[in-house]
């Protein structure tokens, strides 16, 4: 990668997802000179794929914070779509209480068991565009979401679920709404974090646990 290419990037990087990078001097053509920086230079370690990776752009060419990758669970083979803009991504946990009514007297309330962590509950919602000159409807894109949210079980990719370590959703409802403009069409999605589980348990899987 050429070297004035590469610091665009870094800089977009910086920007979009935070970060250090050493200034850059461009003297006569040579490398880039780096002053001496105390901070961690993590950004200088990434190669060129990863930088070029890291910093996803939407339809209009601008750098997506959080962009969100989706790939059908029964299409592992199949690789990863990365929805054209940049959508709004919202999760919502909560943990499963049982509450016990039981006789204490005066003291008031019930008795709370946490039984467990429910599922995450994730709404996106995002706009589809049809940025060409032809200016028509986004068909093209809406059959292809079409086609993720009626598969139902999805493969996901996206710095926020990263954090919440979700790779798995399943979308619950999906809705595609008026939306004014001719070239553009807005949608709504519902879905739960989808976790793997072994029901059927072995000796062997018993003792392991213990």
């Not at 779509?81 to 959508?87: F, L």
């Not at 016990?100 to 589809?128: A, F, H, M, P």
């Not at 598969?151 to 939306?179: G, H, K, M, N, Q």
């Not at 739960?192 to 348990?201: H, R």
């Amino acid at each position: 990668m050429k070297t004035l290419t590469r610091f665009v990037l870094e800089n977009i990087y910086s920007r979009t997802l935070g970060g250090v990078f050493p200034p850059y001097l461009l003297i006569n053509g040579s490398n880039p000179v780096a002053q001496p920086n105390t901070s961690d230079l993590r950004l200088t370690d990434l190669t060129d794929e990863e930088l070029t990776e890291a910093i996803k752009s939407n339809a209009l060419g601008i750098p997506m914070t959080m962009p969100l990758q989706i790939k059908r669970t029964d299409e592992p083979d199949s690789a990863y779509w990365t929805i054209p803009v940049e959508p709004m991504v919202s999760i919502h946990g909560h943990n499963v209480i049982v509450k016990r009514d039981v006789s204490k007297g005066k003291t008031r309330g019930s008795i709370k068991e946490r039984w467990t962590q429910g599922d995450y509950e994730i709404n996106i919602e995002g706009l589809l565009m049809n940025l060409t000159a032809s200016n028509k409807y986004p068909e093209a894109d809406i059959r292809k979401l079409r086609g993720y949210c009626e598969s139902a079980s999805l493969s996901v990719l996206c710095p926020l679920f990263e954090i919440y370590s979700i790779s798995r959703i399943v979308i619950d409802d999906f809705d595609f709404p008026f939306t004014s403009g001719p070239a553009n069409q807005a949608y709504k999605i519902k879905a739960y974090s989808d976790d793997v589980y072994k029901l059927l348990l072995t000796g062997d899987d018993l003792i392991k646990s213990e």
